[in-house]
């Protein structure tokens, strides 16, 4: 058995400890300004001052404040767009692994398009026709993971369904909907809370990518993504601005993509050769 | 071998017919598609032709079959920002994109064989544990950070490379660099798993009794099987590289086909991001088919299934 990741548990964890009180934690908030103190330096570089611990933007807001913020924003888009891509992916690999036939080729082909296609194309469509916000970026991230989960979710139900206690409750007289709902269904909850977490790391860095090519949710709310692309013009002068949010999404990756490996030989091993 | 290609084939003009219908579909939901593909300050005339000349005034599928009817003759509408047909721009961009994309590539196999080789053959050594952390460490890194970081290190810092646009080979360096690695990344881990596998087999121990050298086992009968996967994930790799080329190109100023899709959001240009979208699917259509022609030829196995 593999170590348990003590360093993911403590990144995911002071990740998840940031979204929740975040208010609590800084004195400012990550939409105020402050233009006299703008493009200030972290506290260890000469002009840099334990006021502001990460230094400052170029409006002056509190980098520190807008990274904890930010974290929030990331763990409700990552849950909100795992609920709907995953739930989709699910219900889809459940029925077109149970029902077989036409139904499972039609579907498998939708999936296989999908894999082909960059959906992050479609995400920048539905972003400029159906404007920038929450709903927009959760269908577009959605749009990228459904199929993943419908592929694998599948396979596993068509090991499932010939199995014994599913042709006994076929026997028993239930109906193909009640079959898939509480035979099946429960039965490839572990593989999924698998997925979700093995893909976990990709909507952060969906989430980031977005936001950085302005298709993510509006300024000013604090987002990863966006601090990146905000700080990038001034790169040369104020270093802080991009690469400070960058080293953040790059440890919750991470930590999330170990812990997902971890989580993976411990429930389903069989998933690793994906 | 034809039955496979005609089936390839359906399978590329399937994700065609699909593509075009969702960008019909979504460039209808907000109602009045003349609002998206003219400029603000069009006047009521030319909405008035516009609506003649889409057959917007139509039913659905009436309209459905005039945008089709466009796209299959390569009318995909009018660039707002560059007043001059959206295909025209897309294909003065293109070149450039095509310099890229083959070095990244390029860096990818050169990296990634060698490395994967040596990590399956030395499992758990040296140079396993540091490529097998390069691999974690490239996955995880978005794409956009690690130009930037690439960009503060060597142009800011150091100052030995540039930073921005087209120019001499110094130029490619950096961007090849930040589009290369999530592939270096997935190539390497797949090899080397691969490369596990396949040294297991029975004809690998067939060839070693035969007395074959090391080295031809390796690379005659080991590699060439250890890139059958590459080659069959490979539909996903380049939907991966088309990503991480509009991401790139943002960042480097690298006047492609990545940098202009990036252009046709921030100017709210809809009429090339629809275009965009419809060739960039026409040219991954074609690259994979030709990916999947080349499969063919190193499995056989997929021949004559």
Redesign the interface.
């Given at each position: 058995m593999r170590k348990l990741p003590w360093i993911s548990f403590l990144v995911i964890g002071a990740m998840v400890f940031a979204a929740l009180f975040a208010p609590w934690l800084t004195p400012y908030t990550p939409i105020e300004q402050s233009l006299p103190e703008k493009l200030l330096p972290p506290f260890w570089e000469a002009k840099g001052s334990t006021k502001y611990l990460l230094g400052t933007d170029i409006f002056g807001r509190d980098i520190l404040t807008r990274l904890l913020h930010g974290a929030q924003v990331s763990l409700i888009v990552t849950g909100l767009s795992l609920l709907v891509g995953g739930g989709v992916g699910l219900a889809i690999g459940i029925v077109s692994g149970y029902i077989g036939g036409r139904v499972d080729a039609f579907l498998m082909r939708l999936v296989d398009a999908a894999f082909t296609f960059p959906s992050i194309l479609f995400a920048l469509l539905l972003a400029m026709t159906m404007g920038q916000g929450l709903g927009t970026l959760v269908a577009a991230i959605g749009l990228l993971l459904w199929a993943g989960f419908a592929r694998v979710i599948r396979g596993e139900v068509l090991a499932l369904k010939e199995r014994d206690f599913i042709a006994l409750a076929k026997v028993h007289g239930c109906s193909e909907t009640r079959i898939m709902i509480t035979h099946i269904l429960p039965n490839v909850m572990n593989t999924f809370m698998v997925l979700v977490t093995l893909n976990v790391g990709i909507v952060i860095v969906a989430e980031a990518s977005l936001s950085f090519l302005g298709a993510g949710v509006p300024p000013p709310t604090p987002s990863w993504g966006l601090m990146v692309a905000e700080g990038r013009g001034k790169i040369s002068s104020a270093w802080w601005l991009s690469l400070i949010p960058g080293i953040a999404i790059t440890l919750v990756v991470l930590a999330f993509n170990l812990f997902g490996d971890w989580l993976r030989d411990r429930l389903d091993p069989k998933l690793r050769q994906l | 071998m034809h039955r496979y290609i005609v089936k390839r084939l359906f399978?590329g003009v399937?994700?065609l017919i699909?593509?075009t219908t969702?960008?019909f579909v979504?460039?209808r939901?907000?109602g009045n598609p003349v609002d998206?593909i003219l400029p603000e300050e069009a006047s009521e005339q030319e909405r008035q032709d516009m609506i003649e000349t889409l057959g917007l005034d139509g039913p659905m599928h009436e309209q459905f079959f005039v945008f089709v009817a466009n796209a299959v003759q390569g009318d995909l509408g009018w660039s707002i920002r560059y007043r001059q047909p959206a295909t025209d721009v897309f294909f003065s961009r293109l070149p450039n994109t095509l310099m890229l994309l083959p070095a990244a590539m390029i860096l990818a196999v050169v990296m990634a064989i060698p490395l994967g080789i040596i990590s399956a053959l030395r499992r758990g050594g040296a140079t396993d544990r540091i490529s097998g952390t390069i691999a974690?460490?490239g996955?995880?890194?978005?794409?956009?950070?690690l130009g930037?970081?690439l960009?503060?290190i060597f142009?800011?810092q150091l100052g030995w490379l540039p930073s921005a646009r087209m120019g001499d080979w110094t130029h490619y360096v950096l961007p090849t660099v930040t589009l290369g690695t999530f592939l270096v990344a997935g190539f390497m881990r797949l090899i080397r798993s691969s490369m596990l596998e396949i040294l297991e087999s029975e004809f690998v121990k067939l060839a070693r009794i035969k007395g074959l050298s090391e080295t031809r086992v390796i690379w005659k009968h080991c590699l060439r099987n250890a890139l059958i996967p590459v080659l069959s994930l490979w539909?996903?790799f380049?939907?991966?590289l088309?990503?991480g080329a509009?991401?790139t190109e943002?960042?480097f100023a690298w006047p492609g086909i990545g940098r202009l899709?990036?252009e046709?959001?921030?100017f709210?240009d809809?009429p090339l991001?629809?275009a965009?979208?419809i060739m960039?699917?026409v040219l991954?259509?074609f690259i994979?088919l030709v990916v999947d022609i080349l499969y063919a030829y190193v499995d056989p196995r997929i021949r004559y299934t």
């Open positions: - | 399978q399937m994700l699909m593509v969702i960008v979504v460039g939901l907000t998206l974690v460490l996955i995880a890194t978005p794409n956009f950070w930037i970081l960009i503060y142009s800011v539909g996903v380049m939907g991966g088309v990503t509009i991401v943002t960042v899709t990036y046709a959001v921030l709210r809809y991001l629809q965009v979208i960039d699917a991954i259509v994979n």
